[in-house]
């Protein structure tokens, strides 16, 4: 069984949010459940939501009331440095790790680096907001594959670091089976979390199809993908403008 399907043991029906979980139904199905002739519990085990009376790990991180209080390794890490080393210990924005469910942890991941990076005027009038200096595309792209593919048996956070010269989207976990970085960058997924990417399909800006790094590729060409099988982790690299160049 994956990770996303298993239970999450000490965890019960209340710790889902019903509200949460009755719009995402909705947007789904285009009906209520209770238009569908579902108790609240039923729709949740057909949802595999509830798996023998607890929450499934998909559920808790797409429908909990508060994840991490349950999970607490499953947050986004942010951190945006002064210079280009991850061992420095000066940064310009350094917030507590972001919590929530992981629509919540995908919109303020890109607030942060929508907040942390440079706008450009590209010709545009004085007071319009500008083009970010990397490709919004790119970074949504990125950033929720990361929080729906990363490795759920490891419990470790996703590292989202800005620096002077890149950014860098760390996701737990090496790639699947034998996938390799030229297979994804073609559009040749393996789906590790079946259930995550199925309730994202719903609730982010992911179709699922495996076109969403060839998107992100057109839109920034120079990033750099890094599959570490040694540290057991997958990297995005993006190169940030230094005085007007990459």
């Known amino acids: 069984m994956n990770a996303d399907e298993m239970e999450v043991f000490d965890t019960t029906i209340d710790d889902a949010d019903e509200r949460l979980f009755s719009a995402y139904f909705k947007s789904e199905f285009a009906q209520t459940y209770q238009e569908k002739s579902l108790s609240y519990k039923e729709a949740l085990v057909a949802k595999r939501v509830l798996r023998n009376n607890c929450l499934t790990l998909a559920g808790l991180l797409f ?43 995908f919109k303020q991941g890109m607030m942060f680096l929508k907040s942390n990076l440079l706008h450009l005027q590209n010709g545009k009038p004085f007071n319009s907001i500008g083009d970010l200096e990397i490709s919004e595309i790119a970074l949504v792209e990125t950033l929720q594959n990361a929080l729906i593919h990363r490795d759920y048996f490891k419990n470790s956070p996703v590292r989202l ?38 309730f994202g399909s719903h609730t982010l800006p992911y179709s699922g199809l495996g076109s969403g790094l060839r998107r992100a590729f057109q839109n920034q060409p120079n990033m750099e993908l890094i599959n570490d099988v040694a540290g057991e982790q997958f990297i995005v690299k993006i190169p940030r403008m230094v005085k007007g160049k990459y």
């Open 63 to 105: 429908f909990g009331k508060e994840p991490q209080t349950i999970k607490p390794a499953f947050t986004l890490k942010t951190v945006s440095f002064i210079g280009n080393d991850i061992s420095g210990n000066n940064y310009i924005n350094k917030p507590e790790d972001l919590k929530g469910t992981i629509p919540e942890l």
């Open 161 to 198: 670091l800005i620096f002077d010269n890149r950014i860098e989207i760390i996701s737990p976990g090496k790639l699947p089976n034998s996938l390799t970085v030229n297979e994804i960058k073609y559009g040749n997924p393996v789906i590790r979390n079946n259930q995550i990417a199925l």
